[in-house]
Each structure stands twice: as C-alpha cells, then as structure tokens.
C-alpha cells in the first residue's frame, strides 16, 4: 500500500493510506483514548471517547474510524478535544455504577484507567442510574453486571464475530438499552458456550468470571480435606502478567512455589494429565485409523467447543475422542489411583484446578465428570482467581523462589506443555502417533505447520507408510467453518482435527489475565504467551514426549494396564449428548 | 382479521421467511409479516426465523425490542388504543384510559384473561380535533368521556 504524508499535533507523518487516525497517532506514540474499539474486532465509533479536531472538518471526528488522507492535519489534543472527551465520558459515568473500591477489574479498567488519563475529578451531571439491573449470576462460569455495563458492544462483536455464537446482544433502545441474552434469559440458558471470551475483552467489569475463590479457601482451611491442586499449561504463560511481569514469561517454577505457598497439600501440573491425554488420545486415533473408525476424530479437551458440538453439530458428535479433558483424567486419577495409594478416603480428597478458563468451571458441574459416584473436579478457578488469592496472601510473587510440582502426577513433557497453544495437542498427538506406529524414534519432532495463529491450519504428517491428514482450528467462527466442512463431506480424508474454542487456544483462554485493546493494537497476546510454552518444551523440559514420561508409564503399569484399557475406559473416557442451542422451556 | 394463527402451526412463517430470504434487510419484513399472521412475536417464532435466516436469536430479539411496533405478548383480539398525544391528554384523556383500565380490569399495557382486550396508551392518532381519541381495531371514537366506557366495551 502506497504512504501518504500527514500531519498530528504539528509533527509530519508518513503512514499507510487509509489507516484509521487511532493508527496513525499510534505509530508515533500519541495517546487516543478509546473505550469501544476493539482491532480488527469492534470498529463501530460509538462511544466518542476517541475524538479528534481534523483540519477542514466541521465536527470532531472519531480517530477510530476515520482514516487518514494526503496532507490530512489532525489535532488530538486541542481545548476543544479535551472538553468534548470529558462531556462524553462524565456522560458514562453519570450512568454506571462507580464502585471501584469493590469492583473486580479495578487497576485493569478501561474506564477507570481512562477516567485517570483525562484527569475527569468532577461528574458534572446528575447520576442516572435506576436500581433496575440485575445480576445474573446463573452460569457457572460468566456473571454479568449490566450496571457496569457502558454498551461499548465489544462482548457482542466478539461472540458474534470471533465465536461466530451472538449470545448477546443489543437489546431495547434509547436510555433502557442493555447488552444481554435474548429475551432476557440468563446466559446459562442461551447459547453462550462458557468461554469467557467476552469476559477478557470486556473494558470495564461488567463481565467476570463466577469467583469461586472463598469455596478453596475454605477446603484448604477444613482440616478433614486433603486439598490437592493443578495447574494446566498455559497458566505458566500467563500468570506472570497479573504481577507485572513481561508478557510471555515462563514461570513454571513461581507457579508451584506460590501454590504451595497458599496452603495446598499437594501440587500437580495438569501436564501430567496431558501427556495421559495424548496416550490415550493417540491410541484412540491409532485404532480408528488402523480397524476402521468413526474419522476424522476430533479434540474433546476444550469444554467451550464440546457445548458448541453439542448445540450446533450434534450429528457429528460421534467424531468426537472419547476422552475426557486433562482437568477430568486429572481429577479422575488422584480420586482413584492417588487417594488409593496414599490411603486418602475419595470422599476426603478435594481437586482443584487452575485453568485458562471459565469453560472449566462448568465441564466440572457437569454429570458426566465423575469418578466411582464422586465429582472429579471440586473447583476450578482462572488464572486471575489464582493471581487474587496470592495477592491476598501477601505472597511477594515476583521474590519467589523456583520449585517443582510435587512428583508423579507433577511430572511432565514437552509434549503436555504444549498443549496449551493452538496446534500443541495435535503436535504432542503427532509426536507419540508417529513414534508408535513406525516403532522407531522420529528424527524431526517439530511440527511447524500446526503451529501459529491462522485461523485454520492443515499438515499431512509422515507416520511410516501412513500419512495422517490433519487439521487445527481455533475460535468459534473457524470451528464453525472446519465444521460446516465436515458435515458437507469435504473432510473425509482427513485422520484428526484439533479444536479449541478460544481464539490461540487456551494462552488466550477467558480465564486469562486482561489485556486492554490499546495493548492489543500493537501485540498479539496468543503469539507473545505461546513463546513461553514452546520455550519450556524445547529448552527446559527433559522430555518431550508424551509416551517418554517415566510417571504416566508408571501409572500404566501401576494401574491402568494400557492405553485404552477396560480400567482406562471406565475413568478417562465418557461421552456426549446434543443440547439445546437456547433453553427457554425451563 | 383477528383471529391469529396459533404459534403451534409454523407453516405460515415458513412461507413468510421463503418469501423473503436472501433480500438484504429481510429480518425487518419477516417480522412485521409473522406479527400480522400471529399477532405477536413469541421466542418460538423468533426461534424459527433465526435459524432460518442463520443469524442469532439475540439478533431477532434485538431488532424485535428496537421497534415498538413490534410485541413479545400476545394482544386481545380487540386493541384498545387510546390516544396520549398532547391534545387528548390536556382533554383528558388519562380519566380515559383509567376508566378503561378499570372496566376491563387491567393495567395499561394488559389483557383480558379471556384474551378479548388489550389496553395500550398511543402516541398521537392524527385526530387531534376529535380529542380525546381513541381506536379499538379499525374503528375510531372521539370526544370521549370516560363514561362512554362501558357502552363502547359493550360493542364488542
Ligand atoms: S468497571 Fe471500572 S470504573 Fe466501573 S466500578 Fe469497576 S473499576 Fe470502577
Ligand atoms: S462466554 Fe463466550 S459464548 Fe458466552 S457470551 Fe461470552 S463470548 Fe459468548
Ligand atoms: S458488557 Fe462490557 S463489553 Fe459488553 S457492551 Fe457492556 S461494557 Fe461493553
Ligand atoms: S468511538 Fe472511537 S473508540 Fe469508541
């Protein structure tokens, strides 16, 4: 694209034509601020936080949408600017329910954040709030408080858009609009999938996780609880960026030391659980290849895109692994062969998780995760749940020291850790598949082309005489288009297709820590965190291999016999059913 | 005119959806049409035409909540609509609607449990020198007084 020159606030510019002046002011690190732009996700102008004095233009116009044009001078910090940004957001304010001091998202809001940067000390308009809102706290994974809510419509564009859902929307008009279900049904009837996507980019705290927090700290507070916690994958990649860390930053070891630290008896890494995954997974895959199953089999670990399945392709369930989520072959094992072994009574043993995601809060509740009667997960918390209970511990994250996970079900590859990007399962499936069914150690164990951010991504992968066609998708709208595919018959030669609700996978999930979308003009969160990962996986770990951990071929040996086993069916595997897409006969 | 088909029979609003599928903007005449057909826009309804048309049910339902000639309730098979425009309200026109309200037993907005009457308050009618105005369907009464009440009810 050819450069045009401009000018903002007097500096000369040269940018690409047709960037919108938010870009273009960008570029040269002058602030705008914005509250509903979302990149490439929510461009739609409406809330004016982002007004602009451009030369020749009558009105201010919004620096969001408008773009750039030879010889364009534009004024982002004029007396006229400024007194237009604080009309518009005192005007917010007036209307929201300002109560930081208790609000989840202070220190990472957009409102408050922007309330800050514009120096707005004083609301000159009486506060319009009508006590009319209600909570609906109904789900078990996402609350939403709509007298927080300043209708930036970035939640609706990002499940409509991203996760091709529309669970929310515009609803009513005039001063009784609301972003809400459709006719008023709490989001746990509707088709909202639980994966908090609208949750992280959300501006404000309108939207947030159910906190599940108090229920932890009062099993680790029962002296008759053994508590047991795990971590999975991907929470390594992010945790270090609620306490200001670099994003990106490995910290496996600060993860395990503040976990123990909270009071937890024993600390597992949900890798250990994905490298049981892959065994069973592989083998699952191995034998409907080999004596002729139901193909291509498809990725059954993301809870988000299971729903999705089981609303919107229900005839295609039976393409779906048998195996539960690493979370429930987690819990599934310490309630059995863990509580077993060490003489814990199952009933006395309570799990819980650290996840990426609010998805897992409500795979845990579901009547198919459980073990001999008992729930396989008690509590499954985020990663900023997490970053809330070691802040109100007075743990000093960052002066910690580095320690392992506790062993045996601590212990884990490569192979498990990467599963937490977009690809990873299916290159941890791939790098065990291939070494068993040619029988020989494979000379190249990176899988390139499964790995990175495109939205749909395909591989023929070498295993010997066979070639298995792949396919790894991420977020809803590209699940949808790999699904539509398969239900037309366009994917009969595929073997294995991964699967991941979250657009980049779980390093990205809707339990993460929250990136405002000035951040995310500039940097793509799923890329940055996914380094981490692939880093432990190629310069930390011993292993990298699923089938080469020595504990998961211990437990095989100790007590599940083999992948697939009778024994392994009956606690890692279960199935599925359709849903309803919207719930309105309860 | 005012016997609506019941929401149990879809094979209306199937035709009405087929009619217009594919136009841009087709939502907007899908519902107006189903409205007329079905007298209101219940969540089965919108069900339907939102899988029909491959668009979310909060899409429907946010076009449905937008207009207010759209109606989630279903309506009496007489609309009581008396005017609230400035004319007829200086004239009165609130003693109108309470006296309705009050023969028929219901809040403004309601309907009859035997499903005969709805009571809405109107914007202006554009007969503002018959004030105060009202319409119950297709007829209209004017220069009311809110002991007309009973006789008009008693017409239908
Ligand atoms: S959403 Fe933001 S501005 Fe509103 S109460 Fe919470 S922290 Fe404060
Ligand atoms: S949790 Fe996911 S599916 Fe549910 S409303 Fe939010 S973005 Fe949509
Ligand atoms: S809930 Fe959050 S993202 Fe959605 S419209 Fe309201 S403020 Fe915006
Ligand atoms: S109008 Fe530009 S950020 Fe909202």
Redesign the interface.
């Given at each position: 694209m050819s450069n045009i020159n401009i000018k903002i606030n007097g500096q000369e510019v040269s940018v690409p034509a047709g960037i919108s002046i938010l870009e273009a002011a960008k570029s040269i690190n002058v602030h705008i601020p914005t509250l509903c732009y979302l990149k490439d996700v929510n461009v739609i102008g409406a809330c004016r936080m982002c007004l602009c004095e451009v030369t020749g233009q009558r009105a201010l116009v919004a620096a969001c949408v408008f773009p750039c044009s030879e010889g364009m001078e534009i004024f982002t910090n004029s007396p006229k600017v400024r007194e237009a940004r604080k009309v518009t957001l005192e005007l917010i304010l007036s209307n929201h329910n300002r109560e930081c001091t208790t609000c989840e998202r202070s220190g990472v809001c957009e409102l408050q954040q922007t309330a800050e940067d514009l120096n707005v000390r004083d609301i000159r308009f009486p506060a319009m709030q009508e006590e009319k809102y209600v909570i609906d706290d109904v789900s078990p994974s996402v609350v939403r408080d709509p007298s927080k809510c300043i209708l930036c419509n970035r939640c609706?564009s990002v499940c409509?858009d991203v996760q091709g859902?529309?669970?929310?929307?515009?609803?009513?008009?005039g001063f009784s609009k609301e972003i809400a279900?459709?006719?008023g049904l709490p989001l746990a009837d509707?088709?909202c999938i639980n994966c908090g996507q609208c949750i992280i980019n959300c501006p404000v705290g309108a939207l947030k996780e159910k906190d599940d927090t108090e229920k932890v700290w009062a099993a680790i507070a029962d002296p008759n609880k053994h508590v047991v916690v795990h971590a999975a994958p991907s929470v390594r990649a992010g945790l270090g960026e609620a306490f200001g860390l670099e994003r990106g930053s490995l910290v496996s070891g600060k993860l395990a030391a503040a976990l123990r630290r909270l009071g937890f008896d024993k600390v597992f890494d949900t890798n250990f659980a994905a490298d049981l995954t892959i065994m069973e997974e592989g083998t699952e895959l191995i034998g409907r290849v080999t004596e002729g199953g139901k193909l291509p089999m498809i990725t059954s670990c993301s809870p988000g895109w299971i729903k999705y399945c089981e609303m919107y392709y229900p005839d295609l369930l039976a393409h779906l692994s048998s195996c539960k989520s690493p979370q429930e072959m987690m819990g599934a094992v310490l309630k059995t062969h863990y509580a077993e072994s060490n003489g814990i009574d199952i009933n006395d043993i309570f799990v819980v998780s650290v996840m990426p995601c609010t998805a897992k809060k409500y795979e845990v509740q579901r009547p198919e995760m459980k073990v001999k009667g008992v729930q396989e997960t008690d509590v499954s918390i985020t990663v900023r749940e997490l970053a809330r209970m070691i802040n109100e511990a007075g743990i000093d994250f960052n002066t910690l020291p580095d320690e392992n996970f506790d062993e045996y079900y601590g212990d884990y590859t490569g192979a498990g850790t990467i599963f937490g990007a977009t690809g990873g399962v299916m290159e941890a499936a791939a790098r065990t598949a291939v070494e068993v069914i040619t029988g020989k150690e494979a000379e190249n164990i990176d899988y390139e082309a499964v790995r990175g951010v495109e939205g749909v991504k395909s591989a023929a992968i070498k295993a010997g005489d066979l070639t298995l066609n792949v396919m790894v998708a991420h977020g809803g709208s590209n699940i949808r288009t790999v699904m539509d595919k398969l239900r037309a018959g366009e994917l009969n030669d595929y073997h294995f297709i991964e699967l991941m609700a979250c657009p980049g996978g779980c390093v990205n999930g809707g339990g993460q820590p929250i990136v405002n979308a000035q951040e995310k003009m500039t940097h793509d969160i799923r890329v940055e965190r996914a380094k981490a990962l692939y880093h432990e996986d190629a310069d930390v770990l011993k292993f990298r291999k699923s089938h080469e951990n020595p504990s998961v071929q211990k437990l095989y040996k100790e007590y599940l016999g083999e992948p697939n086993s009778h024994k392994a069916h009956e606690i890692l595997h279960t199935k599925y059913e359709q849903k309803p897409?919207?719930d309105?006969k309860k | 005119m005012d016997d609506f088909v019941s929401i149990d029979n879809l094979t209306p609003l199937k035709e009405i959806i087929a009619k217009h599928k594919g136009a841009p903007g087709c939502a907007m005449p899908i519902l107006q049409e189903a409205q007329e057909v079905y007298g209101y826009l219940p969540?089965e309804l919108?069900?339907t035409i939102a899988e029909e048309l491959g668009?979310?049910?909060?899409?429907?339902?946010?076009i449905v909540?937008?207009y207010t000639q759209f109606t989630?309730v279903r309506k009496g098979k007489y609309r009581v609509g008396i005017c609230l425009g400035t004319a007829c309200y200086v004239r009165g026109a609130q003693n109108i609607v309470d006296r309705f309200c009050r023969e028929l037993n219901v809040e403004v907005g309601g309907t009859t449990p035997d499903m005969k009457f709805t009571v809405d308050a109107t914007r202006c009618l554009g007969a503002c020198g018959l004030a105060p105005v009202m319409m119950i369907n297709e007829d209209v009464y004017g220069a009311l007084t809110p002991d007309m009440a009973p006789d008009i009810i008693a017409k239908y």
């Open positions: 609706v409509k859902l529309g669970a929310l929307g515009a609803t009513q008009r279900p459709a006719f509707s088709n897409q919207i309105y | 969540i919108q069900k668009v979310s049910l909060s899409e429907i339902f946010g909540t937008f989630l």
